[in-house]
């Protein structure tokens, strides 16, 4: 699976929107790429995932540019309870899917 | 409930000593995982199951050995534990079935295991 580059920090105001950037630049063609966030210690929260096309769902947005080299995770309105660690992975979705490992990811701080 | 639940949560424990952390999951997925946490780094795979009769290695997988023991239950042991396995345990399952365009991991609280 591909590897991913993430900024290890991140600041939002409250309510203003959190833009996370990922760059994956060595993806291939059938690798998906996945975002998933973890506050305070808790288990990995799965947020959205996308191949080439730009997705949205209640939590956030995903934009891809058209190269798939890199990757934008969106948070619209971002609120205290969205501050947490998000990790970008890129993986294909075959027989061998899921065996991922996260990277460091970054860490988002959203401010009163 | 929970979907995936491991015990214990938490676990102090010396060198040397064998242990055992167990999951359990309810979603009825096929595949399951475990992964490692150390302070202030992500997750690392140790070892995954794709069915019951399945177990692969993982990234870091030296000095642990697993157990499915049921398409719900898989246990992560440490034979004789050491101080540098002291972390966060992760329990994770997924889903897959052909043309299925997500695969999803959910996972359980974790165990956070300090070996004195």
């Known amino acids: 699976d591909a590897k991913t580059t993430q900024p290890p920090s991140m600041d939002c105001a409250e309510g203003r929107a959190a833009n996370l950037p990922c760059n994956h630049s060595t993806i291939s063609g059938n690798e998906y790429v996945y975002w998933y966030r973890q506050i305070h210690s808790q288990g990995p929260q799965y947020i959205i995932h996308g191949l080439k096309n730009n997705e949205t769902n209640e939590m956030a947005s995903l934009i891809i540019t058209e190269d798939r080299k890199s990757s934008t995770l969106i948070l619209p309105h971002a609120t205290l309870r969205d501050t947490a660690v998000y990790y970008c992975?890129?993986?294909?979705?075959?027989?061998?899917?899921?065996?991922?490992?996260f990277g460091d990811g970054t860490t988002l701080t959203v401010k009163p | 409930d929970a979907d995936v639940t491991q015990t214990p949560r938490n676990r102090i424990t010396k060198t040397g000593k064998r242990i055992m952390l167990e999951c359990s999951q309810t979603?009825?997925?096929?595949?399951m995982y475990w992964y490692r946490q150390d302070p202030g780094l992500g997750l690392r795979l140790i070892y995954y199951?794709?069915?019951?009769?399945?177990?692969n290695k993982g990234e870091i997988s030296d000095g642990y050995s697993v157990s499915r023991q049921a398409q719900a239950k898989f246990s992560l042991s440490l034979e004789s534990a050491i101080p540098n396995q002291t972390a966060l345990y992760f329990c994770?399952?997924?889903?897959?079935?052909?043309?299925?365009?997500?695969?999803?991991?959910?996972f359980g609280p974790g165990t956070r295991l300090t070996v004195l």
């Open positions: 992975i890129v993986r294909r979705n075959n027989t061998n899917a899921g065996k991922s490992t």
């Open positions: 994770a399952t997924s889903d897959w079935k052909p043309g299925q365009g997500n695969v999803e991991q959910f």
């Open positions: 979603k009825g997925h096929d595949r």
């Open positions: 199951s794709f069915d019951v009769k399945d177990i």
